[in-house]
């Protein structure tokens, strides 16, 4: 573990900016215990959470010392198998007292020595336990991590009727459990990383081995280690470091609470990026052939489940081009509305000041301010949007002639449908690109519609994912993989995993080897 | 590389919305539908053929939604005179506030007197086909008296006159119609020189329209030269094996009986092939359905069944030939489009006789047509007696 | 085998089997059954379809075969090869005015057709700018993005034309299609000369085929692809017949997108079709667009390595929008586009002659073939 020194940096900057204080502290350990206790003290501010316990061993006339942040630390653990065993198991006089209590005394797993004063204070921030003799250099760091965290719970933002309940939480060791549990393959491989160069958070890249492309694991790797950030608060920082285009409306990552899909994921030969501090896992490499499949596909019969797909690729459809076909049609091609519904439409919009497309943007916009009023409220209150954003600005906009009640049709319509697309991330790009298409469709009507759908287009075509095109298994195309992609096969024929994901072992042994392409 | 492309992205949506603009964004509030049109010779005329033209805007806001009724007319009639229909639209949409719309017509109304004229007919339908807006499929009626008369007919089910024309000419209850004419069909025959047919519409006393029958064009001059009314009509649509629907009366044994078609065919057969003296067979089938009785007749003895077969079949066969005599032999005129068949099916004479078929030498009024009927009754109706016969008990 | 050689700027071969019709199917086809059936007599159209489909496809195999024999060479390395340099420069830059005429004729056609179908006031640079301007991001984006876009529009394409068809059946009148078989040989030449015209831009093939990492069965996809366009072109023309009739398709402009003004979806939610249709045929047509600017560009910078593809794209686009905008009316247009056929099919089979009597004469002892 090669980390930069940063304990030494600080304090030598310190050091230049606070050249009139007179205190100052040693990066180097000694065998003084004095010194040491106010080296460390001094280093960590003297936080009010440090506590520092000195102690005399045994029978012995010797000082010892333990530090830990309080908090961090499970403290039982420490009562019991630190405290109690260096004061009542130690009585006979030893030569090699350090090396006696790291082996006999103390009944921890993990223990490690270290003289370096970085390690020492970064391993007391991780909520380990420092112990400290008097008249010696070296020191013992326990592991005695714990504290409050949040218990497994169901994942709040994608929720299922059927399948597991469980989700990931804050703490990565949690959540490497969590896969650990699903996936009991001795080849799964947990790859860490370290994140943050000040909050030097715990990045886990986690693949099969034997399944995933090598080169996949190796770009992302390569990526990882590019990132320079000093805090990573959520995985989507990871994300967006690491991601092909940062231009692109399209998230190059998936994100998912759920472990039963990383781990379905890391069998289909994808790779999954675990990141300290965030119940987000991401998942690479990801296509547009992905965007709308949900993990309850698979817990449903296989011919609901296609119903299902097709009827999020119908939702999306509306999502994307609904409020822009309005507009298109009723500013400029009426002669596509059946005669009938023309004039209904007309009748309606009778008395409404503003033309399609302003009123289009006029509900759009109103939508998406409730809805990121939604999100920012608690949920006691939450239900108050629903109840503003359905009658006042519903029924009052509709009373007061601002808006037509076919646009208050067509904007409850798109808004349904772009929740019915299971991942969030991929929603929110499609809500960003139903706005582009509604400007095109303001000012060249379906032509205008046309040519953004061209463009967005080319852009997926042109697209990534970690080196994988976005708009595979569609084109470059790749037939094997299409009896998971807007239908959902039996399971029993669902036997291959992706072959645009070009893993090594393509699962069922007796099949031929596939064909040059 | 990586930056130019960045740079690229950005300049060309960019670029995409900012050098444009609405030029076409026309609100639907802001539009007149067209629903009908009907042209008329104007009263008085000048140096030219002088029309008059008037166009049905609809007023949504005088349909009502499915909520609402709506108040006030639904419609609103503006008329013009001048020599070019074109013309005649623009002086109208200098009288409307709103954007003439075309995209919705439904109905042409023309004049018989504009039809009967040399060449107008043709000239009208011209600026329907060449529109791009219009559609093929608007349905064309000819009225007998002024066509403007039949777009301020009011009813109570339908608060557009154009609609409530188109919604008649599409109902196929009617034994007389002939299937709805459309534009594009009529170009079609036109094209070719062919005869046609298209709805005759007049107004009854009490403020409806009647179809009244069918006004038979010439393909050569397309001009109309007659009609046919009632049973003509039904005659026609026999012998065309088409439309076969809508009811036939007559008598059994002296009592009335009336009968309903549930459909049939018609099947044409060349017997020989000298040009000068062509002799068509024409095999008509039809189904039919018994509706009304009075008489006593008990139709499950096989006889009476016999008995109602052949007088349908008699009955069947007279109008079909009236219709063809009044076609072949007083207008000379082949509607029933004879010359398709040839074409089909006897080509080489067809190339023969095409350019002189019902002008000119006119082979098709020196044809020979015979017809024969075979009627099928289907059934008897639910029940078939309100009344039990005299002497039963 | 399992590294993702895939997404670098190879292609497979069924990515040309896809390319072809992309290519071939475009604006002609809009307006193809009315010239066809100007020449023809009742249904007899297809008669000349066939024997002009059959002269493509195996044109198409030809020019595939001929340079699937020199796999991943560039037209100008076995161009050179056989003919000598300084000829394969006159044949490259003769294929470059070949791609910058038709994509400003596509260009134009789109416009015109918008104006008809779409728009009134709108004036026309404003939608041929911005029509060209989606090319141009297309062009400048990856080559292996381009055969994408075409697998990712073809099936849209394609399954618009069936529904269309399918819509159109209550259409359709048996009087329309017969009598069979009265055209005279005059006519069927003339179709067949007609409908070969449509089968333009084939000879991006020359240039395409270097991309397929083993040409092996390019050819025969190739070939496959061509009857596919010409399957479609058959469908259409039929479909146009049976419900206009020949003399209605014959003075119809477009009878193609006429036929989606024509047909009525009961109970749909739109009544006419022909806007809508006519937006995804853009589609069509846009693939056709940016292929031929695509290996204009490729042509081209094989003279020119030194010269950055942007670069090339960028000097070319305003005079590509210039040429656009040059004919005056629907006439000038027609000529434009009578003379980018003529002159790609002369090109094309100028050059595919010419490359197989070489071949014969001193490329297959040379290069060792078998």
């Known amino acids: ?517 | 590389m990586g930056r130019n492309k960045v740079f690229l992205h950005l300049v060309f949506v960019l670029l995409l919305f900012l050098l444009t603009g609405c030029w076409d964004d026309v609100e639907l509030e802001d539009r007149a539908f067209i629903s009908g049109v009907s042209i008329d010779l104007a009263e008085e005329q000048g140096e030219n053929t002088t029309f008059e033209l008037m166009e049905q805007l609809v007023v949504p806001s005088g349909l009502g939604s499915t909520t609402e009724a709506g108040g006030g007319k639904a419609y609103r009639n503006l008329s013009q005179t001048g020599e070019s229909l074109y013309e005649i639209n623009s002086a109208i949409s200098r009288q409307a506030n709103r954007d003439i719309t075309i995209d919705h017509v439904e109905l042409v109304i023309i004049s018989q007197d504009l039809a009967r004229q040399d060449g107008l007919f043709n000239d009208v339908i011209d600026v329907f086909i060449r529109q791009q807006q219009m559609r093929r499929g608007i349905l064309l009626a000819i009225a007998e008296e002024k066509a403007k008369d039949l777009l301020s007919i009011e009813t109570e089910h339908a608060k557009i006159p154009a609609q409530y024309i188109s919604e008649l000419t599409e109902n196929r209850q009617v034994p007389i119609t002939t299937s709805p004419v459309r534009i594009g069909d009529i170009q079609e025959s036109m094209l070719n020189n062919r005869s046609f047919v298209v709805p005759l519409l007049s107004i009854y006393k009490d403020n409806s329209v009647n179809y009244k029958g069918l006004a038979i064009f010439q393909g050569k001059s397309s001009k109309m030269v007659g009609t046919l009314l009632g049973k003509e009509a039904k005659g026609f649509n026999y012998v065309l094996g088409k439309e076969q629907q809508g009811s036939v009366t007559t008598k059994v044994e002296g009592d009335q009986t009336t009968f309903i078609l549930a459909g049939g065919t018609s099947k044409i057969k060349l017997l020989n092939k000298d040009k000068d003296q062509l002799r068509f067979q024409v095999d008509i089938d039809v189904d039919a359905r018994l509706t009304e009785y009075f008489g006593e007749l008990d139709f499950y003895s096989k006889g009476v069944k016999e008995k109602f077969k052949t007088t349908l079949e008699d009955k069947v066969k007279k109008d079909a030939e009236d219709a063809l005599k009044k076609l072949k032999d007083e207008l000379q005129v082949d509607a029933f489009q004879f010359d398709i068949f040839l074409r089909s099916h006897h080509y080489n004479l067809w190339k023969e006789v095409k350019d002189d078929w019902d002008h000119g030498k006119n082979y098709f009024s020196k044809s020979d047509i015979t017809v024969q009927v075979n009627a099928n009754i289907l059934e008897p109706g639910n029940s078939f007696r309100v009344k039990k016969k005299e002497g039963e008990e | 085998m399992s590294t993702f050689k895939y997404a670098d700027d190879k292609i497979k071969t069924r990515d040309i089997m896809i390319a072809v019709p992309s290519m071939v199917i475009a604006v002609g086809i809009l307006a193809f059954p009315r010239l066809l059936s100007e020449v023809t007599f009742s249904s007899d159209g297809w008669v000349a379809i066939l024997l002009s489909g059959l002269v493509a496809v195996i044109f198409t195999w030809a020019v595939a075969k001929i340079a699937a024999n020199f796999p991943n060479q560039s037209f100008f390395t076995y161009a050179s090869f056989l003919v000598s340099k300084p000829i394969a420069v006159i044949l490259v830059v003769l294929f470059s005015i070949q791609g910058i005429t038709l994509t400003a004729f596509e260009v134009r056609a789109i416009t015109d057709i918008s104006h008809q179908y779409l728009f009134q006031e709108t004036p026309m640079q404003i939608i041929s700018l911005t029509f060209l301007l989606v090319v141009v991001y297309a062009v400048s984006g990856s080559r292996a993005g381009i055969f994408r876009l075409n697998v990712l529009f073809m099936p849209i394409i394609f399954v618009t034309t069936v529904i269309l068809v399918l819509f159109s059946i209550g259409y359709m009148e048996v009087k329309n299609i017969l009598p069979v078989l009265k055209t005279d040989v005059d006519g069927y030449m003339q179709g067949t000369l007609q409908s070969a015209l449509s089968y333009t831009g084939i000879g991006v093939l020359f240039f395409y085929i270097s991309l397929v990492r083993n040409p092996k069965k390019a050819p025969r996809m190739a070939a496959f692809g061509m009857s596919g366009a010409v399957v479609i072109y058959m469908l259409i023309y039929l479909t146009c017949i049976a419900v206009f009739g020949q003399s209605a398709t014959e003075v119809i402009r477009f009878p193609f997108v006429e036929l989606a003004k024509t047909v009525e979806i009961p109970g749909g939610f739109f009544e006419r079709l022909e806007s809508i249709f006519f937006v995804i045929w853009i589609m069509a047509i846009f693939t056709t667009t940016v292929m031929a600017f695509d290996a204009t560009i490729f042509a081209l910078n094989s003279i020119f390595p030194k010269v950055k593809k942007i670069k090339l794209v960028f000097t070319l686009t305003p005079f590509i929008y210039l040429i656009a905008l040059f004919p005056n009316n629907y006439l000038e247009t027609d000529t434009f586009g009578d003379f980018v056929s003529y002159y790609g099919w002369g090109l094309s089979i100028t050059v595919l002659i010419l490359l197989w009597i070489m071949y014969k004469v001193k490329g297959a002892k040379k290069s060792g073939k078998k």
């Open chain 1, 1 to 517: 573990m090669a980390r930069p020194s940063l304990f030494s940096r600080l304090k030598r900057k310190q050091q230049m900016k606070q050249s009139s204080q007179t205190e100052s502290y040693s990066t180097k350990i000694t065998k003084d215990l004095d010194d040491n206790l106010k080296n460390i003290k001094q280093m960590l501010g003297d936080p009010g959470d440090l506590v520092m316990r000195e102690l005399m061993i045994g029978g012995m006339d010797k000082r010892a010392a333990i530090i830990y942040i309080s908090g961090l630390t499970d403290e039982n653990l420490i009562n019991d198998n630190i405290l109690k065993s260096i004061q009542l198991n130690l009585k006979k006089f030893d030569t090699n007292v350090i090396d006696h209590i790291h082996k006999e005394v103390i009944a921890i797993t993990d223990i490690q020595k270290s003289n370096n004063m970085d390690d020492i204070s970064f391993a007391i921030l991780n909520g380990n336990t420092a112990f400290f003799l008097d008249g010696n250099e070296t020191i013992l760091l326990m592991s005695t991590g714990g504290g409050e965290t949040r218990s497994i719970q169901q994942p709040e933002s994608e929720t299922l009727i059927r399948g597991p309940r469980d989700g990931f939480v804050e703490s990565i060791e949690t959540n490497m459990a969590l896969i650990r549990r699903d996936i009991k393959d001795p080849n799964l491989r947990f790859k860490q990383h370290q994140v943050g160069k000040r909050s030097k958070q715990k990045l886990v890249l986690c693949y099969v081995e034997g399944i995933t492309n090598p080169d996949i694991v190796e770009e992302v790797n390569r990526r990882l280690e590019t990132i320079d950030i000093d805090f990573v608060s959520d995985s989507s920082y990871v994300e967006q470091w690491i991601q092909d285009s940062f231009l692109s409306p399209f998230p190059q990552l998936l994100d998912t609470e759920r472990p039963d899909k990383v781990s379905s994921d890391l069998m289909q030969g994808r790779v999954a990026i675990l990141v300290d501090g965030t119940p987000f896992v991401l998942i690479a490499p990801v296509t547009i052939g992905e965007a709308l499949h949900s993990m309850e596909d698979y817990t449903q019969r296989w011919i609901s489940a296609t119903l299902l797909r097709m009827l999020r690729y119908l939702a999306a459809f509306f999502a994307l081009f609904l409020p822009s076909l309005y507009i298109a049609l009723v500013s400029y091609h009426p002669g596509m509305i059946p005669a009938t519904l023309t004039y209904s439409i007309a009748a309606t919009r009778e008395g409404v000041p503003f033309p399609a497309a302003i009123e289009a943007f006029l509900m759009a916009i109103t939508f998406e301010i409730l809805h990121e009023a939604g999100v920012r409220l608690p949920k006691v209150i939450g239900q108050t949007i629903g109840i503003v954003g359905g009658l006042v600005i519903g029924e009052a906009a509709v009373s007061a002639g601002i808006v037509s009640p076919i646009m208050v049709i067509v904007t409850a319509l798109t808004a349904i449908s772009s929740f019915s697309v299971p991942s969030y991330s991929v929603a929110v790009s499609f809500r960003t690109l139903r706005f582009a298409f509604m400007l095109a469709a303001a000012i060249l009507g379906l032509y205008g519609i046309i040519l953004i759908y061209i463009m967005i287009n080319i852009h997926i075509v042109n697209l990534k994912s970690i080196g994988v095109p976005y708009s595979a298994p569609f084109a470059p195309t790749f037939l094997k993989d299409f009896r998971d992609l807007v239908i959902r096969s039996p399971i029993t024929k669902l036997t291959k995993r992706p072959t645009h994901l070009k893993p090594l072992d393509d699962q069922s042994k007796d099949v031929e080897p596939e064909k040059g392409q």
